[in-house]
């Protein structure tokens, strides 16, 4: 007998089911005897048919999960989010109008996951407050020298906002990782969202010997110390060190945008510092700055594949003085 046999019979004898038990005894008309044999073949369908539903119905399959776990982006189902393992900082500020009055401290690194959507074409579907039926304008940083860089932004209300720089792991040939930033704004009160997600290495497999570099992308979104925010987006090369477990960080070709159309040159976001790691663990840590030594702070990430073959992190850095600041996510790949 087939499921789908199966389906229908088990569907006939619920329905069955339901009229025989919901009876309750019989009708209020008629004599006594009447209503005690009703009630007795009611017993006996209820007996009977509740054990035959449940027989049918045990061969039946039942729908998946909505969302997939993430393993490689070449195995994802198109059809439905599919959910990842990620690192996030968050940095929370408070504005008037587009100026940043105030900015705080990112939130301490912490793991969340995420649940993005590609559809057949490589195209972002969903991520983050991005949903399909959100009305939100789509672009490309490919324009400005930074293909693969996606470019999502909506107004949910007239005093909300949304804007999200997301990696595309299919323009940037990835296979293990990703990132996404958000800055999302409702009324005074906003945020920074910075996400690095997908399979990270287990710590038994990282390499203990050798050296490799791993090349890919920087974005995030920029504060200036007149409190004007700005999409940013860069190139990234990494240096791993297996042996000393060190790795090299050093980003260039920062440029900013207001509108995801031009781009002006900023190479004061250009980055650099060393992370590490220790022994049978998977997460570094490190500080990065800039050139002059005006904005520092903190990064964290992970290895991502089988055998290390990505990487990829958040960072948040910032002025002592000002409000200006950078917070972002990258990745990279061997």
């Known amino acids: 007998m087939n499921d789908q046999t199966k389906t229908i019979l088990a569907a006939l004898l619920a329905a069955l089911l339901t009229t025989a038990c919901a009876s309750g005894g019989g009708g209020g008309g008629g004599d006594g005897a009447a209503n005690k044999i009703d009630t007795r073949e009611e017993v006996f369908l209820c007996l009977v048919l509740g054990p035959l539903c449940l027989f049918f119905a045990s061969g039946v399959d039942r729908p998946e999960s909505t969302t997939a776990p993430f393993s490689t982006w070449s195995a994802v189902s198109r059809a439905a989010p599919t959910q990842t393992d990620s690192l996030t900082t968050v940095l929370d500020y408070e504005s008037n109008g587009p100026v940043v009055n105030t900015s705080v401290s990112a939130i301490a690194f912490a793991a969340s996951n995420e649940n993005p959507q590609y559809d057949e074409q490589g195209?972002?579907?969903?991520?983050?407050?991005?949903?399909?039926?959100?009305?939100?304008?789509?672009?490309?940083?490919?324009?400005?020298?930074?293909?693969?860089?996606?470019?999502?932004?909506?107004?949910?209300?007239?005093?909300?906002?949304?804007?999200?720089?997301?990696?595309?792991?299919?323009?940037?040939?990835?296979?293990?990782?990703?990132?996404?930033?958000?800055?999302?704004?409702a009324g005074p009160a906003g945020s920074i969202r910075a996400s690095s997600f997908g399979a990270p290495t287990p710590a038994s497999a990282l390499p203990t010997s050798g050296s490799a570099t791993f090349s890919g992308k920087v974005a995030g979104v920029y504060i200036s110390p007149q409190g004007q925010s700005a999409m940013a987006a860069g190139d990234l090369s990494v240096n791993a060190n297996f042996s000393t477990r060190s790795l090299a960080f050093s980003s260039s070709a920062t440029s900013i945008t207001l509108d995801a159309r031009s781009a002006t040159a900023a190479p004061h976001l250009?980055?650099?510092?060393?992370?590490?790691?220790?022994?049978?663990?998977?997460?570094?840590?490190?500080?990065?700055?800039?050139?002059?030594?005006?904005?520092?702070g903190s990064s964290q990430g992970k290895f991502y594949g089988p055998a290390a073959q990505e990487l990829g992190g958040a960072f948040t850095v910032k002025s002592s003085t000002t409000v200006e600041t950078f917070t972002g996510a990258y990745g990279a790949k061997r």
């Open 270 to 296: 250009d980055l650099k510092g060393t992370l590490s790691y220790a022994p049978n663990t998977n997460s570094f840590s490190g500080t990065l700055a800039n050139p002059g030594g005006t904005l520092s």
């Open 123 to 185: 195209n972002l579907v969903r991520y983050g407050p991005f949903q399909p039926s959100s009305g939100a304008t789509a672009a490309t940083l490919a324009a400005l020298g930074q293909p693969g860089i996606d470019v999502r932004q909506q107004r949910p209300n007239p005093t909300s906002s949304d804007t999200g720089l997301i990696a595309n792991p299919y323009v940037l040939g990835w296979e293990y990782q990703s990132f996404g930033v958000w800055n999302s704004q």
